[in-house]
């Protein structure tokens, strides 16, 4: 499956944003989805999994309760609410997929494993 990410953009803190990632080539439906992100000079980590149907969710506790990951399998997309925007939150987004055999949980661990990777889309929030 491809993944296209896009939604970035240059915002200020406690705003919001929500970024987008469009599948194709594969039925979206069979991959448990992921968004990780990677801030200059740092690892890349991970930020939210959601499962094959969106019934599981899973967030680093970096994000939790701000964050929201969802999915719409009719139009091959998954979207990450980002609210209450920090500066530490600056970084490039990435979406990810993973072959699932199950609808309503994320392969463990769900933060690893993901094998279909999009492009970056830059989230830049100013303090």
């Known amino acids: 499956v491809q993944l296209q990410a896009f939604g970035g953009g240059l915002v200020q803190a406690g705003d919001s944003l929500r970024l987008s990632c469009a599948a194709s080539g594969r039925p979206f439906g069979n991959y448990a989805a992921a968004w990780f992100r990677q801030a200059p000079g740092q690892d890349r980590e991970f930020v939210a999994a959601i499962s094959r149907v969106g019934s599981t969710t899973n967030y680093a506790d970096s994000v939790k309760g701000r964050f929201a990951i969802s999915r719409d399998n009719a139009k091959n997309t998954v979207y990450l609410q980002m609210n209450d925007l920090k500066p530490e939150d600056t970084a490039l987004y990435y979406c990810?997929?993973?072959?699932?055999?199950?609808?309503?949980?994320?392969?463990?661990?769900?933060?690893?494993?993901?094998?279909?990777w999009g492009q970056g889309t830059l989230v830049t929030v100013s303090s």
């Open positions: 990810a997929a993973k072959s699932s055999f199950s609808t309503l949980r994320i392969p463990s661990p769900a933060n690893s494993g993901y094998d279909n």
